[in-house]
């Protein structure tokens, strides 16, 4: 759920979790409070950075320090340099800059298509917008797998008892996909 959250350009700054939004319930904030709620953001945004480097092939552990390095070497570059050279910071041998381009990015508006956005920005963020159709993709019910399962009870019987396992994958695809 923070993976999606995070990857979502119109919910990525978790500004619906702002513990001055709620000083009105405290009842809720109470609860947001105990569910350790507020710190989703770093949370998330840790957890996308380990999965983006594991996707990147490389096993870079995220700390403080290795992110204060990085930051000073990204600073290498300042604006004018990249629009002169007409580079993007992704063209850099940092690893993390496709990650700090998308956290400074701002909040789409939420009628946007996630997908959509990761489409037209797959050029900028070709690691993240695979992470993104990968973890944004996922089903939010589970009708499709129920219905693969009621296909397969039809198909397969006792009756049916000598029917190989790849056989039966065949005909399940055929039924789903005819």
């Not at 702002?18 to 409070?33: V, W």
């Not at 996308?48 to 204060?68: C, D, K, M, R, T």
């Not at 041998?93 to 990015?105: D, G, T």
């Not at 944004?136 to 039809?154: D, K, N, P, Q």
């Amino acid at each position: 759920m923070l993976l999606c959250t995070v990857l979502d350009p119109r919910w990525k700054e978790f500004s619906y979790l702002q513990r001055s939004s709620y000083h009105n319930h405290i009842e809720t904030l109470s609860l947001l409070n105990k569910l350790q709620a507020f710190e989703a953001k770093q949370l998330a945004y840790l957890h996308l950075q380990e999965l983006y480097h594991n996707s990147f092939g490389n096993n870079f552990v995220a700390s403080p320090s290795n992110i204060q390095q990085e930051v000073e070497k990204e600073k290498k570059y300042d604006l004018f340099d990249i629009m002169i050279t007409n580079q993007a910071i992704t063209s850099s041998s940092n690893p993390n800059s496709e990650l700090l381009m998308y956290e400074n990015e701002r909040e789409t508006h939420r009628n946007i298509n996630p997908l959509e956005w990761w489409h037209n920005n797959e050029a900028k963020y070709p690691i993240l917008s695979q992470l993104a159709y990968k973890y944004l993709c996922i089903s939010g019910t589970s009708v499709a797998s129920e219905r693969m399962f009621s296909a397969t009870g039809h198909l397969t019987s006792d009756r049916r008892s000598r029917l190989t396992p790849e056989n039966a994958d065949i005909l399940l695809f055929l039924n789903k996909n005819s």
